[in-house]
């Protein structure tokens, strides 16, 4: 019969089980792969003996690379940098992934370290567009004495803010118009009018690199695509050059678009190219255009996009089309930068300034271009001179020739404004073409400093220049002396970056604030920075700021602008970071400067500095406490002049709540009463926030404070019913989050109120809404006080209706909302209706929404069980879990555990369906798709407890035995899984009964001990360590020696998981064949190479001594201390140790045995000996407290003690470790004696040492020392003598 | 500084951060100070140890106590003025 599908009955079952293991009784003749039971199979690498050079070159010690292992400024443990084990298993996917390698395909890619700005969404960006803005006055500093008339004060600020509003505000009013069709364009002679026009485009953007800040901001991206679309011609004002920086090659070319379209080469004709210019609309790629960004005459290219970059002179595009603007001088400077970059890596032809803010891979493509370019130039003739041996000469060119002379050629030949200059201005300075090969100079002048990246070269350029430094004013040397250490630290190796670190605190106020700050931002705004750049230089900050305390001041807005973005960053270790720098920001600079500095940003236009701004004030306010900020935020909340100050007033209270969590709880009424006049705000978005802030003040609170909120019940009452839509959604969030901090009896009325609505949503086509009604629902049917049966008539109906459909199964979000909700409302209403209403759609044709059903299942019944499920449901589900795992085509764990616990909840009740059960199991294991099987394996695992609780032990027989033929499986993870199943059943059935036979298992495990995967090795030790436990006598001896040499190997493994169990087994292995074979191989084991093997061999041994009593095994240890090595020597100390931490007080029979030992080991030369030897000291010691071996003790104290001057870390912690033990065993007294010799040593070092012992003894015994301290005599001055001590009766 | 942080500076921070620990630069009068002061802390933390010395200052309990806090304010006298070792 052939196995074409799965088998119904036992009978199918046992017939299918007799055919696989005559197959595979054939296919094991054949095969050589096992080892047989006679043959001896040696470690050669262990025992080939005699080869005297072996040990050479070995570490002498086993702690000899401990000392590096604590740096402290590695920051591995960050997501990112770590992620290095796996790398060496080279996965399919992975293969596959490298065939599809293409042209471009750069394979690595993914290893490359990202730069912030690559990850950073549209809206994080945007933190690049703000500027640094000037030094602002102090009006804190002196006392506050009238500040100096030209400095920037907070009236400047709010008149530029103000400015910045009015202006966006009239640009808003511009585009409704344009949008209302109510703008017109007057005129098209382009006479008059086109100039009027084209002011527009040239004031806008002066504002905004001039006076006004905030302007770049808030222009959006609608405004620039008008004007450019105006049919004027307006080229004339595109060309402002009066920017163009010194050095730039840039000519001011684009005036000529026209006159270059017109060349036969470049385009088809005159006509479909003033076509073609001025009907589409330029592509805008990010927020704000500004025209010096070369938005306006752009041509239209329709390949045009971001990252398109086409640098160098080989392109065959005409680069002439493109507008390249040089930027304004602020591009360049390092000081005063703020690089507005992205705009221009869209620009095809990067202009001089534009290499400042292109990204690493830009450059690098650029550089390569570059160097294509260099290297395929035509030769010059002074060249082919020196390549040719003599005797060539130059033929003239034939009559006939014309040299292509055709303009379109000819621009061709012409040099980019790149070609002649390098990769930027400094590369000027060096040779010609010929020589320098495009290869930068990246190393300073000064050889300790370490390499540059090309994107550094805008900062730190300077170190570049081989300048004297004695020519330098002072000043300018302070400069460089930063720079040196920033560079440092930002390239250094972690040595270098920790003095350079040290270093720049040290002298943080001898640099200033502003020398300091005008360097440490502007790199830290740069657009190339990296993670690890970013968290350094703001442990930089965060240092310095420390130091400067209030010379921050006239910075702190500086600063804000760099570190707020750092408030809404994805990665979790940034946002700690940004709070911390903020935090003590606030605390150095005060809470009135905090206020002063950010009070006009609160109603900028651009809501994006406000979101950033609500965060710091949060951050501000956990710093210095919530009171301290309620005044404030009282006169923001109820501000009259603009509803964005009120808006982000609001949302500090949001923010401070999600911040603070449960600390909000005293000032929980405050800030209600803050917040609570904004639900019935005029501005939409001021109530929307409201309602937002007061859920998560509700959650922050919760379960308390229900009290703080009546005031705002009403109106969060009243606005469910008048709102719609987004609106509706925030103050439904509001009530779910209040309804369960109310009493049972409130919460069950008011979840009838609100349930009207909320069904009335549950239709609601939009997304967020669905979200929030669910969780809602979820809150209300959680809390104490709503009725089962109310929920059962009134929402389940409406909720199944709504909700439990294939759409809600595609959004991940949506989908684990629903699951939640769904099992919520099981806890009420009981599993079996919940269970009932979802089963059939285990068969619907979904898959998604099949898994959505099955895990939904699988919760349910966790948290419920099964209890109240009727016979029919039981059939239903099982037949329902079975079409469910069968038809799954993704890989997933859902089905599995899914499966794995509808069965083990349902118990006894699935034996009639185990057959079914197994027949699928054994068809799947059958299985061509690797990963079938793998799953079929892993869910004999799951039932496999379930088939023991049914008596079904001879279907589990059947399992095993086809099991173990399929035990050649060549995938590592299924045969991972199939050990798994086997184990499973071994646990479940016992080594008597189990089939195959255990003497016909274990032979056939010993070979798989070799797999190296990790899955399989765990899998096999642990099955191979069980049968250890319980089943050793089955196997013979040999067998296990066999196996123990295997496991050798298994003590490299990197899992720690795997070589706990393999020393266990060692344990059990040595109890069922005696010690006395296992301890000889492992006292072997002692002279390999690896720590790590040394190690675990040893805490095997000490395993075995444990298991097999001390006795069995410390003669023989003893005897190999003998041997003259000192791996095997320390070995043998540390097995002592691991033994007498493991037999505890059975130490007290041991002790007098290995005081010898330990005494010559404690006299050693050897600094690493006697640390070892100090922590079996430590552990034997505190085995023995109580048992009246104080005369030992003392004795190996006197040997102990010595060492009491070793600097050694490791062994003043052995030291320490085993000090602490006697002062436990031998009694704080005796100890005190020991350190009163030194305490008031003439020698510092020596007093050192003895009063940290002192102080260790203090902390442990303080109260037992008063006894203990000497008599000391008072003098004329003072009483020193203890009167109270001396009291006889 | 030092050459680098290792486990003496941890342990000595922690250390530090319990009154009546010493380090190298410790004085007797400090020292003893600390002496007195556990030794007067040890006997109105133990019951019996406080009943005995009541018993032999013939000292109501309450007065005992008061008087040991008293002490505890500056058990050994004033400090020296000049600079003591040993």
């Known amino acids: ?1289 | 500084m030092g050459d680098r942080y290792n486990i003496h500076s941890q342990l000595e921070h922690l250390q530090s951060k319990y009154i009546g620990t010493g380090h190298a630069d410790t004085t007797k009068w400090e020292w003893m100070q600390n002496q007195h002061r556990d030794t007067v802390a040890s006997i109105l933390g133990h019951f019996d140890m406080l009943n005995h010395v009541a018993i032999a200052e013939n000292e109501n309990k309450a007065r005992l106590k008061f008087n040991l806090i008293e002490k505890m304010l500056q058990p050994t006298g004033p400090p020296s003025q000049k600079k003591e070792d040993t």
């Open chain 1, 1 to 1289: 019969m052939s196995r074409s599908k799965p088998a119904k009955s036992s009978a199918e079952l046992d017939q299918q089980m007799d055919e696989i293991r005559k197959k595979a009784a054939e296919s094991r003749t054949e095969s050589d792969d096992y080892v047989g039971l006679g043959d001896i199979a040696m470690d050669e690498e262990i025992y080939d003996g005699g080869k005297k050079n072996k040990y050479e070159g070995f570490l002498s010690s086993i702690g000899g690379n401990d000392d590096d292992e604590d740096e402290e400024d590695e920051i591995t443990a960050r997501p990112g940098f770590g992620a290095a084990k796996s790398a060496y298993k080279v996965s399919l996917a992975a293969s596959k992934e490298n065939a599809k390698s293409g042209e471009d395909f750069d394979p690595m890619a993914e290893h490359k370290r990202q730069t912030v700005a690559d990850r950073e969404n549209e809206y994080q960006a945007r933190r690049r567009k703000i500027r640094l803005s000037p030094d602002r006055a102090d009006p804190f500093a002196d006392g506050g004495k009238t500040p100096d008339v030209s400095s920037r004060t907070y009236s400047h600020i709010i008149k530029e803010h103000g400015l910045a509003k009015d202006t966006a505000d009239v640009q808003q009013q511009l585009r409704d118009k344009a949008k209302a069709g109510e703008l017109h364009v007057v005129g098209t002679n382009g006479s008059a009018v086109p100039r009027k026009r084209a002011r527009w485009d040239v004031a806008t953007p002066d504002a905004v690199s001039g006076s006004l800040p905030a302007a770049a901001m808030d222009a959006t991206p609608e405004q620039p695509q008008k004007w450019a679309a105006t049919p004027q011609q307006p080229q004339k004002w595109d060309a402002t050059p009066a920017h163009i920086p010194v050095g730039s090659a840039t000519p001011s070319m684009p005036t000529g678009v026209s006159r270059w379209d017109a060349t036969p080469g470049a385009q088809p004709a005159a006509g479909a190219v003033k076509r073609n210019r001025w009907d589409e609309t330029p592509r805008v790629t990010t927020g704000s255009e500004t025209p010096n960004a070369s938005g306006w005459a752009e041509t239209p290219r329709a390949d045009r996009g971001d990252g398109q970059e086409t640098p160098g002179a080989s392109k065959r595009r005409s680069r002439w089309d493109e507008t390249p603007m040089a930027q304004t001088p602020s591009m360049m400077t390092p000081g005063m930068s703020t690089p507005i970059g992205m705009r221009a890596m869209g620009m095809a032809t990067p202009t001089p300034g534009h290499l400042m803010s292109m990204t690493p891979e830009q450059h690098q493509a650029l550089r390569f271009e570059k160097e294509m370019d260099d290297r395929n130039r035509y030769m010059a003739d002074d060249e082919l001179d020196a390549l040719f041996p003599p005797g060539y000469k130059v033929l003239p060119p034939p009559t006939g020739y014309q040299p292509i002379r055709t303009p379109a050629r000819k621009l061709m030949a012409t040099p980019t404004p790149m070609g002649g200059m390098g990769l930027a201005g400094f590369f000027l300075q060096q040779e010609s073409m010929t020589m320098n090969k495009g290869i930068v100079n990246s190393q300073p002048s000064d050889p300790d400093l370490p390499m540059m990246k090309p994107e550094d070269m805008q900062h730190f350029d300077k170190l570049l220049l081989e300048d004297n430094e004695d020519s330098l004013s002072p000043e300018e040397a302070k400069e460089r002396q930063i720079m040196k250490l920033l560079l440092k630290i930002k390239n250094g190796t972690p040595p270098m970056r920790k003095s350079a670190m040290r270093q720049i605190t040290d002298k943080a106020r001898v640099f200033g604030a502003g020398a300091l700050f005008n360097q440490i931002l502007p790199l830290l705004m740069a657009p190339t920075l990296e993670d690890q750049e970013r968290h350094l230089l703001v442990k930089v900050i965060d240092r310095v700021l420390y130091k400067l305390d209030d010379m921050v001041r006239p910075y702190v807005h500086k600063i804000l602008v760099v570190i707020e973005p750092l408030l809404i960053d994805e990665d979790y270790y940034a946002r700690v970071e940004g709070r911390e720098i903020i935090s003590n920001l606030a605390k150095a600079a005060g809470l009135a400067s905090m206020i002063y500095v950010m009070r006009p940003d609160i109603d900028n236009v651009d809501e994006y500095v406000r979101n950033t701004t609500a965060r710091a004030f949060a951050v501000v306010a956990s710093a210095l406490g919530i009171p301290s900020l309620i005044p404030f935020l009282k006169a923001v909340c109820k501000s009259k002049k603009s509803w964005q100050a009120r808006h982000t007033g609001i949302k500090i209270v949001q923010q401070i709540s999600i911040l603070m969590g449960c600390a909000v709880l005293p000032h929980l009424k405050s800030l209600v009463e803050l917040t609570e006049h904004g639900l019935e705000d005029e501005q939409q978005k001021v109530r929307t926030i409201t309602a937002l802030s007061l859920a998560a003040l509700a959650e922050a609170a919760a379960p308390y404070g229900i009290e703080s909120f009546d005031s705002v019940l009403k109106p969060l009452w009243h606005g469910i019913r008048t709102h719609r839509g987004k609106g509706l959604a925030a103050f439904l969030k509001a009530i779910g989050f209040l309804i369960p901090l109310m009493d049972a009896e409130y919460a069950s009325y008011y979840t009838r109120e609100v349930m009207i609505i909320l069904i009335r949503e549950f239709s609601s086509p939009d997304e967020e809404m669905k979200k929030i009604v669910l969780k809602v629902v979820k809150q209300c049917c959680g809390t104490e006080g709503v009725e089962p049966q109310y929920i059962k008539d009134e929402i389940l109906p409406h909720f199944f209706r709504a909700f439990w459909n294939h759409r809600m199964a595609l959004d991940k979000r949506n989908y684990k909302q629903l699951v939640e909700t769904t099992v919520e409302i099981a806890n009420k209403v009981g599993a079996a209706t919940i269970v009932a209403k979802i089963v059939d759609d285990l068969k619907d044709e979904n898959e998604q929404y099949r898994k959505m059903v099955m895990e939904t299942i699988e919760k349910v019944l966790e948290t419920l069980g099964s209890a109240d499920i009727d016979a029919r449901l039981e059939e239903l589900l099982i037949d329902g879990i079975l079409y469910a795992f069968q038809e799954q085509t993704t890989e997933d764990v859902v089905m599995l555990s899914g499966f794995g616990m509808v069965v083990n909840s349902l118990g006894k009740r699935c034996k009639p369906y185990l057959p079914q059960i197994c027949g699928t199991i054994l068809w799947r294991l059958n299985n061509k798709a690797a990963k079938v099987r793998q799953q079929a394996a892993d869910l004999i695992s799951k039932v496999a407890g379930v088939m023991k609780l049914c008596n079904e032990e001879k279907l589990m027989g059947h399992l095993g035995v086809v099991l173990y033929e399929y035990l050649g499986e060549e995938y590592p993870e299924v045969l991972g899984s199939i050990l798994g199943a086997l184990k499973a059943i071994v646990n479940v059935i016992g080594m008597t009964k189990m089939t195959p036979p255990i003497k016909d298992l274990l032979p056939r495990l010993t070979p798989i001990l070799k797999n190296r995967h990790e899955k399989v090795q765990e899998n096999c030790i642990d099955l191979v360590g069980r049968i250890a436990d319980r089943g050793a006598e089955y196997v013979s001896a040999r067998e296990w020696m066999r196996i123990c040499f295997e496991l050798l190997e298994l003590l490299k493994a990197h899992k720690k998981a795997i070589r706990r169990a393999t020393v266990n087994t060692f344990g059990y292995i040595a109890k069922a064949i005696g010690p006395h074979d296992v301890l000889a191989t492992l006292l072997n084991n002692l002279k390999v190479q690896e720590r790590q093997n040394r190690v675990c061999t040893t805490v095997a041994i000490a395993i075995v001594a444990e298991t097999c009593s001390p006795f069995t095994v410390l003669p023989a240890l003893m005897n190999e201390y003998r041997v003259p090595e000192l791996n095997v020597q320390n070995g043998v100390l540390k097995a002592i140790s691991f033994m007498f931490e493991y037999i505890g007080e059975m130490g007290k029979d041991y002790i007098y045995a290995v005081t010898p030992l330990l005494e010559d080991a404690l006299m050693d030369r050897d600094l690493v000996h006697r640390q070892t030897a100090c922590s079996a000291v430590a552990h034997m010691t505190l085995g023995v407290f109580g048992f009246g071996c104080e005369d030992a003790l003392n004795h190996i104290l006197n040997c102990v003690w010595p060492n009491i001057f070793e600097t050694s870390p490791h062994m003043a912690q052995a030291f320490m470790a085993s000090v602490e033990a006697m002062r436990v065993s031998l009694g704080p007294m005796r100890l005190l004696q020991y350190t009163l010799q030194g305490l008031f040593h003439p020698a510092r070092r020596v007093r050192e040492n003895y009063w940290r012992v002192y102080n260790t003894l203090y902390i442990g015994a303080q109260d037992a020392m008063v006894a203990a301290y000497p008599r000391v005599p008072n003098d004329e001055k003072n009483v020193y003598e203890r009167y109270e001590l001396d009291y006889v009766l």
